[in-house]
């Protein structure tokens, strides 16, 4: 990366995997995991999340100076929930069935811990195009767990990608299922995402042992 | 009351915050390693949920929603601000945290020392703001109903990080991989614990009570989905079985 120097390049990066907001932070959660049983909604998501945090996290770096410590909270939950509220409309006015698909999940990204903790832990004390980056960073990493646990969720749950079905057709017994493959529906409930989580924590911290917690 | 009792036990049960929609996971997880903290803010998220549901009911109810300025008069009946109410419900459950914060400070320092650490945390929690939220999207229907709602969820969600919280005392002692140590363990085990939380989706829709409303969970809406699919699928499959019978 010519144009960013290491250290901004590093700020990219390195939520992406080793220090990633969902598996080693415990950051967001809470609006992730119910919107992944589709690719679609969790791309989505991760691009609404996308945007607002870089947004947030450029606002809240040029009102730093600004922003009187005592009430930093309610000023910070002000910025994102109208930027939240940006994409709420967006998705209303160009997906409507997704935004009905997503639901009050979009209006969580508020309480979006990522987002908060981003915006106390460097927003508040960087400027304005580290911030930018840091944001964006965080929320790809952010992205990609989503993305991954959604892909899993639909290909084995419903044998679709993006809604095509990639595995063949279960009623007229086209591919994979022809040789009797079936779909495991139980991979579309919600219980089924915290389990998919799990695994791609224990496979992350199998092959980067520096990651292992004490118990 | 039937009513009530009804809404009451499927917020605890059948759309428990933390296994059904996953609502609080953050401080779910982050709180949860012994389990008197775990109370104290699981006592926390119950009063602050009582509380703020109610009120975010009433600014819905009489701000928000479409035609609900109808009361200032006539020529406002077609405003419809429903698109304010992020905004508005954070704002409330932000000063509202703040304000029973000074007032248990000021009138009970016991309770003040025992829950007051945790309350500027529940701000941010998803739970609560979740719970303001799924009100308006199930549109509850009084102020009474709004109130059951916000406490019962509420001690769905304690009872939930009880139970996570009790778990991971003991599982200390137990041998885990050690890539799983700590926060893959937690998930895992809620994943398991959700399943279990799964049986009682038929607690209330046997017998001859008043069938249970229709709501837009996305949970309740994958197991239709599913359900659906798994008719069509038997419903295939007799089809296939009678097509070679009669061969």
Redesign the interface.
Known sequence: MAILSKKDSKLILDPLADNNPI?IQ??????????T?ELKASIVMALSVVFVMGLGNVVISLLRNVIPSKIR??VQ??VV??L??VV??VLKAYAYTLS??L???V??I????II?GRFEAFALGNGVKRSFLDGIGNAAGYGIILIIVGFFRELLGSGTLLGYAVLGN??EKTGLYAIGYE?N?FM????????V???L??????RN?AL???? | MLEHTELFFKSIFIDNMVFATFLGMCSYLAVSKKVTTAVGLGAAVIFVLAVTVPLNWLLDQYLLRDGALAWLGPEYADYNLSFLSFILFIATIATMVQQVEIVVEKFSPALYNSLGIFLPLIAVNCAILGGSLFMQAREISSLGLAFNYGLSSGIGWFLAILAIAAIREKIRYSNVPPPLRGLGITFIITGLMAIGFMSFGGMLTGGDEVPVAEENTTAQKEKEEEKTKLEEETAQNTVTYNAIEKE
Do not use: H, Y
Not at chain 1, 110 to 113: F, K, L, P, S
């Open positions: 598996t415990v950051l967001g959660i809470c609006s992730a995991l119910a919107i049983a909270i309610i939950l002000v929930a109208a939240v509220i709420d409309q009905k698909t639901a009050v999940f209006g969580l508020i309480t979006n811990c908060m279960p009623i779909n529906g579309l409930l919600s219980p089924m995402a915290l389990i989580v799990g695994i924590i224990w496979v992350q911290r199998s042992p292992i917690e004490e118990n």
